[in-house]
Protein backbone atom coordinates (compact mmCIF):
# COMPACT_ATOMS: atom_id res chain seq x y z
CA UNK A 1 0.00 0.00 0.00
CA UNK A 2 2.86 2.23 0.79
CA UNK A 3 4.45 1.92 -2.70
CA UNK A 4 1.19 2.74 -4.45
CA UNK A 5 0.65 5.64 -2.75
CA UNK A 6 4.21 6.76 -3.07
CA UNK A 7 3.56 6.33 -6.88
CA UNK A 8 0.54 7.78 -6.69
CA UNK A 9 1.98 10.67 -5.25
CA UNK A 10 4.99 11.11 -7.30
CA UNK A 11 2.21 10.94 -10.43
CA UNK A 12 0.40 13.59 -8.80
CA UNK A 13 3.74 15.65 -8.19
CA UNK A 14 4.71 15.08 -11.85
CA UNK A 15 1.09 16.22 -13.14
CA UNK A 16 0.88 19.19 -11.22
CA UNK A 17 4.44 19.83 -12.19
CA UNK A 18 3.31 19.64 -15.85
CA UNK A 19 0.15 21.78 -15.60
CA UNK A 20 2.21 24.42 -14.04
CA UNK A 21 4.60 24.33 -16.74
CA UNK A 22 1.74 24.43 -19.33
CA UNK A 23 0.45 27.40 -17.97
CA UNK A 24 3.26 29.51 -18.00
CA UNK A 25 3.94 28.62 -21.06
CA UNK A 26 7.14 26.67 -21.21
CA UNK A 27 6.47 23.62 -21.94
CA UNK A 28 8.34 21.72 -25.01
CA UNK A 29 5.58 21.52 -27.63
CA UNK A 30 5.66 25.66 -26.80
CA UNK A 31 9.42 26.39 -26.78
CA UNK A 32 9.79 24.36 -29.75
CA UNK A 33 6.98 26.52 -31.58
CA UNK A 34 8.59 29.66 -30.40
CA UNK A 35 11.65 28.71 -31.37
CA UNK A 36 11.22 27.67 -34.59
CA UNK A 37 9.41 31.42 -35.18
CA UNK A 38 12.08 33.46 -34.12
CA UNK A 39 14.15 30.69 -36.50
CA UNK A 40 11.93 31.96 -39.06
CA UNK A 41 12.22 35.51 -38.10
CA UNK A 42 16.16 35.50 -37.84
CA UNK A 43 15.72 34.40 -41.66
CA UNK A 44 13.75 36.54 -42.90
CA UNK A 45 15.89 39.18 -41.73
CA UNK A 46 18.75 37.91 -43.26
CA UNK A 47 16.81 37.69 -46.55
CA UNK A 48 15.64 41.29 -46.09
CA UNK A 49 19.51 42.20 -45.19
CA UNK A 50 20.90 40.38 -48.51
CA UNK A 51 18.47 41.91 -50.76
CA UNK A 52 19.21 45.00 -49.59
CA UNK A 53 23.06 44.99 -49.94
CA UNK A 54 22.10 43.14 -53.31
CA UNK A 55 19.85 46.11 -54.31
CA UNK A 56 22.58 49.08 -53.48
CA UNK A 57 25.57 47.82 -55.00
CA UNK A 58 23.70 46.30 -58.40
CA UNK A 59 24.46 48.43 -61.57
CA UNK A 60 21.41 47.79 -62.81
CA UNK A 61 18.41 49.95 -63.09
CA UNK A 62 16.34 49.46 -59.68
CA UNK A 63 19.98 50.59 -58.17
CA UNK A 64 20.00 53.30 -59.92
CA UNK A 65 16.87 54.55 -58.78
CA UNK A 66 17.46 53.40 -55.37
CA UNK A 67 20.74 55.11 -54.96
CA UNK A 68 19.15 58.40 -57.13
CA UNK A 69 16.41 58.23 -54.11
CA UNK A 70 18.46 58.14 -50.86
CA UNK A 71 20.25 61.77 -51.73
CA UNK A 72 16.44 63.24 -51.79
CA UNK A 73 15.05 61.07 -49.23
CA UNK A 74 18.42 62.19 -46.80
CA UNK A 75 17.89 66.02 -47.89
CA UNK A 76 13.98 65.73 -47.14
CA UNK A 77 14.52 64.33 -43.74
CA UNK A 78 17.53 66.64 -42.38
CA UNK A 79 15.84 69.46 -44.10
CA UNK A 80 12.31 69.02 -42.25
CA UNK A 81 13.35 70.89 -39.37
CA UNK A 82 11.56 71.46 -35.99
CA UNK A 83 7.55 72.22 -35.94
CA UNK A 84 8.08 74.33 -32.52
CA UNK A 85 10.86 76.53 -34.28
CA UNK A 86 8.50 76.82 -37.86
CA UNK A 87 5.69 77.99 -35.62
CA UNK A 88 7.52 80.62 -33.53
CA UNK A 89 9.22 81.80 -36.30
CA UNK A 90 5.52 82.17 -38.01
CA UNK A 91 4.15 83.95 -35.02
CA UNK A 92 6.91 86.72 -34.58
CA UNK A 93 6.00 87.17 -38.49
CA UNK A 94 2.30 87.34 -37.81
CA UNK A 95 2.99 89.85 -34.85
CA UNK A 96 5.60 91.71 -37.20
CA UNK A 97 3.09 92.28 -39.98
CA UNK A 98 -0.13 93.03 -37.62
CA UNK A 99 2.11 95.86 -35.96
CA UNK A 100 2.87 97.31 -39.32
CA UNK A 101 -0.38 97.55 -40.36
CA UNK A 102 -1.94 99.13 -37.52
CA UNK A 103 1.13 101.72 -37.71
CA UNK A 104 0.38 102.27 -40.90
CA UNK A 105 -3.36 102.84 -40.06
CA UNK A 106 -2.40 104.56 -37.35
CA UNK A 107 -0.74 106.94 -39.37
CA UNK A 108 -3.69 108.25 -41.19
Known amino acids: NLSEFNKALTYLQEKAADSAIDSVG ?29 GFSNNGSFGSV ?19 EEDSAVDALDDA ?12
Open 26 to 54: LSWPQLSKKFMMLVVILLLLFVFIFLGIA
Open 66 to 84: VNSMLPMASGGALGGGDEE
Open 97 to 108: VEDAVSLLQSED
